[in-house]
């Protein structure tokens, strides 16, 4: 089993900064890939940022330039600059964490309100 610590949520002003970690902790043969997704209310979930195993990211348009995804080990965090009221939302962490057969299994965090006052 797989388990998803996510911290680093909370209220910050517009074009302010917060950043956001996932830790996975447990039965970890591999991870092949990591990433943000959130969710708005009244809105569908949406992929933000991704990293993959050899590195590669992945940005949502409406955050390039402001949000920078990392990953320390098995901790993935999420940059978030210049912050809009627009990027309010939950934050989800996801994991493909890579079978020994082949394939992967997918984990989710707990989800972080992150919230941008105008």
């Known amino acids: 089993q797989v388990q998803l610590v996510e911290s680093g949520g909370g209220l910050v002003q517009a074009g302010g900064s917060l950043r956001l970690s996932c830790a996975a902790s447990g039965s970890i043969f591999s991870i092949n890939a990591m990433g943000w997704y959130r969710q708005a209310p009244g809105k569908q979930r949406e992929l933000v940022a991704q990293i993959s195993s050899s590195s590669r990211t992945y940005y949502v348009d409406s955050v390039k330039g402001r949000f920078t995804i990392s990953r320390e080990k098995n901790t993935v965090n999420l940059q978030m600059n210049s912050l809009k009221p627009e990027d309010t939302a939950v934050y989800y962490c996801?994991?493909?964490?890579?079978?020994?057969?082949?394939?992967?299994?997918?984990?989710w965090g707990q989800g972080t309100q992150v919230t941008v006052s105008s």
């Open positions: 996801r994991v493909l964490i890579g079978r020994v057969l082949g394939g992967s299994l997918e984990y």
